[in-house]
């Protein structure tokens, strides 16, 4: 995930290649992937995880991808759709959130 020459073909892209910042945000777009990512599998914290899922795969979409959300592979416009839709369902009865933050009734 974080390979070397795969994050280097990243930083050749025009809206990194200029940018002071360009490592940063593609090293941190990739780290934010990867914890949201392992928070959501384990049911942990799951809308915190759906939050940062949407804003780092709207942030892919709409200014790396150039706002093209239903044609040419664009993918991660799918992911922030399904970001709201656990949102909106929270987690599910085998979450790990559902065991350390049920309530006791």
């Not at 945000?25 to 990512?37: D, N, P, R, S, T």
């Not at 995880?49 to 709409?62: H, Q, V």
Request: with cysteine; glycine share 10%; net charge neutral.
């Amino acid at each position: 995930m974080f390979d070397t020459t795969a994050m280097n073909e990243y930083l050749k892209w025009d809206m990194f290649k200029d940018s002071s910042l360009g490592k940063t945000l593609v090293y941190g777009g990739k780290a934010f992937e990867l914890i949201a990512g392992i928070l959501l599998v384990l049911g942990l914290l799951t809308r915190i995880a759906c939050i940062i899922i949407i804003c780092t795969l709207a942030y892919i979409a709409f200014f790396i991808g150039h706002g093209k959300i239903w044609y040419e592979d664009q993918y991660p416009f799918l992911f922030v759709i399904l970001g709201f839709i656990f949102i909106f369902t929270g987690p599910g009865s085998f979450s790990l959130d559902h065991l350390v933050f049920k309530s006791k009734n």
